[in-house]
């Protein structure tokens, strides 16, 4: 398609400040976007909240969305009912969970350590939250950016695989992202889990330390994706096939090491992010600083913006989503459910913007999640089979 040819309009995206709202960013600054003949605008919000409703009543055309919080508009879970379409993912991991340096005390007193595993780390905290209630102390409270994200599932996932209930054992709440290194030097909560670079900037604020990347909880594992009302991908379908080709083209960019130190500086504009441009290049170069004062450390495959097929819509991962729903009791199993979490995830538009580009394009739609187990495995060595949804779903009602 000769981009002249694409309706003339500005495109509004919104999006969240955080390190993986780069290839957002890197579509307008660098031309990318321009390139497919799209007019790009993008709004920088402060909440997860805001960028749902702004996309549901159509101020935003399409947003740096949560994935989870798609499959929920589409279901009509906890708002609105929206159908929504995610015909591209913004990258792989790029998140952690951050503990006060309290908390990190008492458990480095029970045996956790940066090197340690995440098993050993949750049975550390497993430890203090048991000692607490011990002594009829308060129970600890954890953060998350949102209740249909991957940080409250994979937070929820960790813990509760170390034997602490995140329901009964924890406090675990909403709190937006830029808000949460002040919570923490409040003593409001006692840790969190959010994207970068908002573990790092506790960290640079003395304040937390980085127990461990979410990727040690799921390698690989799904994040946002680019989310827009099923409605407005079916009324624009030239404008959408940009818009994803602009962002696939944009994330190559954001992944080459000789990029990262223009990409910091970009991002640390306030416009963007906000962030010391040295904060951010510690996550688009996978080496982070755990602790204050600590040297930076290497974590492979932190954060991925194009390889590992991080671009790609898994509709695995919605159905891993969904399941966690079910799990953590916001939605009950209706089989009725499968095909419109399905119909959320959309790779066929993916396939669609990408035919006849270099691009590496998966003929499935769905992989088993952790059938690898040391590429992309869960940590506690657990599969998910999303053509046995129906079974995995109902154990963890």
């Given at each position: ?21 780069a ?57 609105l ?7 591209l ?25 940066l ?25 600890l ?65 003395g ?71 040295e ?7 996978n ?13 492979e ?5 194009a ?21 953590w ?16 995830y ?38 998910f ?13």
């Open positions: 398609m000769n981009p002249a040819q694409i309706e003339h309009g500005t495109t509004v995206v919104g999006f969240i400040p955080l390190l993986d709202c290839p957002l960013a890197v579509a307008v600054e660098k031309g990318f976007a321009a390139e497919q003949g799209l007019d790009l605008r993008l709004v920088r919000e402060t909440s997860w909240a805001n960028i749902r409703d702004r996309v549901v009543v159509g101020h935003f055309d399409a947003a740096h969305m949560l994935g989870p919080m798609a499959i929920a508009s589409t279901l009509g879970v906890g708002h009912k929206v159908p929504m379409a995610a015909p993912s913004l990258g792989l991991g790029g998140s952690g969970i951050t503990v006060s340096l309290g908390l990190w005390d008492s458990m480095t007193a029970e045996g956790a350590s090197s340690a595993s995440p098993r050993a780390l949750g049975e550390a905290l497993r430890t203090v939250v048991r000692a607490r209630e011990r002594a009829q102390r308060q129970p409270t954890f953060a998350m950016v949102y209740p249909f994200s991957s940080h409250n599932y994979e937070l929820r996932y960790w813990l509760a695989a170390c034997g602490i209930d995140p329901d009964r054992d924890v406090r675990v709440i909403v709190i937006p992202p830029p808000l949460l290194v002040d919570a923490m030097r409040e003593g409001q909560i006692d840790g969190f889990c959010v994207g970068e670079p908002w573990n790092s900037l506790a960290v640079a604020a304040v937390g330390c980085i127990a461990l990347p979410t990727t040690a909880i799921w390698r690989l594992s799904p994040e946002k994706v680019l989310g827009c009302r099923l409605e407005w991908t079916q009324r624009h379908p030239d404008r959408l096939r940009a818009l994803v080709r602009a962002v696939y083209k944009s994330a190559l960019w954001c992944e080459q090491p000789e990029n990262h130190a223009e990409l910091s500086r970009l991002l640390a504009e306030p416009r963007f992010v906000g962030a010391p441009a904060i951010l290049l510690r996550g688009l170069s080496r982070l600083c755990m602790q204050p004062g600590g040297e930076p450390q290497r974590l495959n932190f954060y991925l913006p390889s590992r097929l991080a671009t790609f819509p898994w509709v695995s991962h919605a159905l891993w989503f969904y399941s966690q729903m079910v799990r009791g916001q939605v009950g199993f209706d089989p009725e459910h499968v095909p419109q979490v399905r119909a959320t959309r790779p066929d538009l993916y396939r669609l913007a990408l035919s006849g580009t270099a691009a590496e394009i998966p003929t499935s739609d769905t992989k088993i999640e952790g059938e690898s187990q040391g590429r992309d495995g869960f940590f506690d060595g657990a599969r089979d999303p053509n046995d949804l129906s079974t995995y779903a109902r154990k963890a009602e």
